[in-house]
């Protein structure tokens, strides 16, 4: 993985000093609300409903295991022994203390660590798939673009004041498991005509109160001009994103006011002023990136060896896991492995810090002294030996971290929810308990197969609803909580926005209301068809007449 | 106090700016000075202005664009940019594109809601003065442009990005 040098230290340490003397002039009286504001969510750092919330980045989903136990020292320290992974392969720690932050960002800084513009209305977190580098359907790792990326957009002078928050991803597998599509800049790496690798660049994607699917602004772009390129659609963005309401201020509704083609051609007229410039990539400068993300010394082994395929035979749970969350490497011998965080009673994507300093243990004998966090709220070994994976199994199991349903419809997505958050209308973690609960059978889940619940808690859409095969959004109606529920979203290459199926429901009928809408899927699959495929043929209606007939 | 930093030093500052104007009369009553004046207003009485006996140079709004200006832009030698809020992010483009595509070479300088924590970022776009607001310790705005020591972009006082200097 990247490796700080003293360029990136030095800023980091700069910016833990900056942030330090902010804090200490906000809480003498010297700044005011409004003007910390800023500057502390360029930080990470929220103001929430029992306490300050801290988001912590993991670069494209990153993590040393060094990393981990760090991460496991501060929620031991500094919150109530968890952390919660979030969907865009953050972390989060929902009870630091405000005094405490610039201590915590002091600590992080230690293993090049920040929770710089993880939020406000600047360049996120650069987001990709989590097999990067290792999955056997990659055109090329994505990961040494994302961090010409990350460099790119830190403390980018000109854009620390968009109109609303920004997000980039990329993708360079085959399967998008990045959610590339919605987001602001969504980059897929291609191969043209000539057989040359660069990018398609999509932008004005995203979620939220108007989800949209991004489009074309570059269908293709070479490697060299990717940073100008993203640099004259931000430029466009900054211009002329609309200042007025927060709520149409995302690049998703200039794309769609200004419409595709004049956006498109004014975007093109800023790059022309850019394109060659000093930002322009060097041959030396994408080497240098991707000399951070060189195989690790793989050790020659074959494919399905007898120590797995005996232990597949002899132990059945073993296998059902193993169907689930493993996935094919691309070296013989090695497999990718996901520890799914969805256990029941647990909300998704919620670790202790025993489990962290667990996490890292294994990292370091199994894979390699890496993982990776994965935007379903996941953690992924990308490394391990097929020969090892039934003791690996076995030691995820002794700290609850061998939930078997990954894909499967209890490996949901969801937000913190109104337990936490005080923007949510509702809570989100009970409604995800409350399906886990009644879904418990391991075999009916398989039996489903794979299905995306997601769940958020308001239209922000943090829980990502609108492309939840089976979305979940919580909604107010008279101060009561109630939930909506859209069908037919999808994240994947074929994206697309589930449609809501009719009203809304109060709590307690989700798990049954989930249940009549997995009955109409199983009743009307044909083969082996997934639950996606069976609502695009079919469509919403007999779902909804399922879901509201009188009696049953 | 003084509240205007140039070129990382409070100077004393001898423009004043027109924030809103009738017609070109206001100029013509107190002859030999220095005006600030919105970059409509120019447009519209730049034949009356040419004969004023002082220094005329312009101010845009956020929501206006430098490349409106024209080519008469060579000839001011200070362009000032508005804050409306410290969070209007519209004039960080508008400076960098001054610099950068219309190499322009004289004074830019930052009004309105100019506050200590974004001069830094400010110096980097080509913003090299700072018309700080009134409650601003000016002192203390003067340790701003040392809170970072290098960027990872190019930027307008670091023309080369940290890649191509590692």
């Known amino acids: 993985m990247y490796q700080y040098d003293k360029y990136d230290n030095q800023m980091l340490a700069e910016r833990v000093t900056q942030f330090r003397d902010q804090t200490e002039r906000y809480l003498a009286g010297k700044l005011s609300d409004p003007e910390f504001l800023p500057l502390r969510l360029q930080n990470g750092l929220y103001i929430q409903r029992l306490a300050p919330m801290l988001r912590v980045a993991i670069p494209y989903g990153l993590l040393s295991s060094n990393q981990l136990r760090k991460l496991a020292f501060i929620a031991k320290h500094f919150d109530k022994g968890y952390g919660h992974f979030t969907t865009r392969q953050n972390i989060q720690f929902n009870w630091p203390e405000l005094e405490d932050v610039p201590d915590i960002l002091a600590h992080l800084a230690e293993v090049e660590m920040h929770a710089i513009q993880t939020s406000g209305n600047c360049i996120r977190n650069t987001t990709t798939d989590q097999y990067a580098g290792v999955a056997a359907d990659e055109l090329e790792d994505s990961r040494p673009f994302c961090e010409a990326i990350r460099q790119w957009s830190t403390f980018h002078p000109e854009f620390a004041f968009l109109p609303r928050k920004f997000k980039i991803a990329v993708c360079g597998t085959k399967i998008d498991q990045a959610a590339t599509q919605v987001h602001d800049i969504g980059v897929y790496l291609i191969k043209n005509s000539n057989g040359e690798v660069g990018f398609r660049i999509l932008a004005g994607g995203g979620l939220g109160r108007t989800p949209v699917i991004g489009q074309e602004i570059f269908e293709f772009v070479e490697k060299r001009h990717l940073l100008t390129a993203l640099e004259s659609i931000l430029r466009v963005y900054n211009r002329l994103g609309r200042r007025d309401n927060k709520y149409k201020a995302r690049i998703k509704i200039l794309v769609r006011e200004t419409g595709i083609e004049k956006f498109r051609s004014l975007v093109i007229q800023e790059w022309s002023q850019i394109r060659d410039g000093a930002q322009t990539l060097t041959e030396e400068e994408i080497n240098h990136c991707k000399s951070f993300f060189v195989d690790p010394f793989y050790i020659k082994k074959e494919d399905a060896p007898e120590a797995l395929t005996a232990a597949l035979k002899n132990d059945v749970l073993f296998s059902n896991w193993y169907q689930r969350n493993v996935s094919e490497h691309k070296k013989s011998g090695y497999a990718i492995v996901t520890a799914c965080l969805k256990e029941t009673g647990v909300a998704p994507g919620d670790v202790t810090d025993i489990q962290l300093n667990y996490l890292a243990e294994l990292a370091d004998e199994y894979s390699f002294g890496e993982v990776r966090i994965s935007h379903h709220q996941n953690v992924v070994f990308a490394d391990v030996q097929q020969s090892e994976l039934y003791a690996f199994w076995k030691k995820l199991k002794t700290k609850s971290l061998a939930s078997m349903n990954l894909g499967l419809l209890t490996d949901m997505i969801c937000c913190p929810g109104g337990d936490f958050c005080a923007l949510a209308n509702a809570k989100s973690i009970p409604i995800a308990e409350s399906l886990q609960r009644k879904f418990d059978d391991i075999d009916e889940l398989k039996n489903i197969g794979n299905l995306r619940i997601n769940i958020s808690g308001c239209m922000n859409a943090c829980g990502h609803h609108h492309v939840g095969n089976i979305g979940i959004l919580g909604v107010d109606k008279k101060g009561e909580e109630f939930y909506q529920v859209s069908l037919g979203g999808s994240s994947q290459n074929e994206a697309s926005i589930g449609k809501i199926i009719g009203p809304s429901f109060a709590q307690d009928e989700i798990p049954v209301v989930v249940k009549k809408i997995v009955e109409v899927y199983k009743n009307s699959r044909q083969n082996e068809e997934a639950f996606l495929d069976t609502y695009r043929r079919i469509g919403i209606k007999p779902f909804k007449e399922k879901v509201y007939a009188k009696a049953d | ?166």
């Open chain 2, 1 to 166: 106090m003084q509240k205007l930093i140039k070129n990382g030093q409070l100077t004393q500052d001898y423009w004043t700016i027109l924030r809103e104007a009738t017609g070109p009369e206001v100029l013509q009553a107190v002859p030999g000075k220095s005006f600030i004046v919105p970059l409509k207003f120019w447009k519209l009485y730049q034949g009356d202005l040419a004969d004023y006996d002082g220094d005329v140079a312009i101010w845009l709004d956020s929501d206006e664009n430098v490349n409106d200006i024209g080519p008469e832009l060579e000839r001011f030698s200070l362009v000032a940019l508005n804050f409306p809020i410290f969070s209007d992010g519209r004039p960080y483009t508008n400076a960098r594109e001054l610099r950068e595509c219309l190499k322009y070479g004289g004074e830019i300088r930052a009004i309105g809601d100019v506050l200590r924590d974004q001069l830094y970022y400010m110096s980097q776009c080509g913003f090299n003065a700072f018309d700080l607001r009134s409650d601003q310790n000016p002192e203390n705005c003067l340790t701003a442009f040392a809170d970072f020591s290098t960027s990872y972009q190019a930027t307008i006082s670091e023309p080369s990005p940290l890649f191509r200097r590692r």
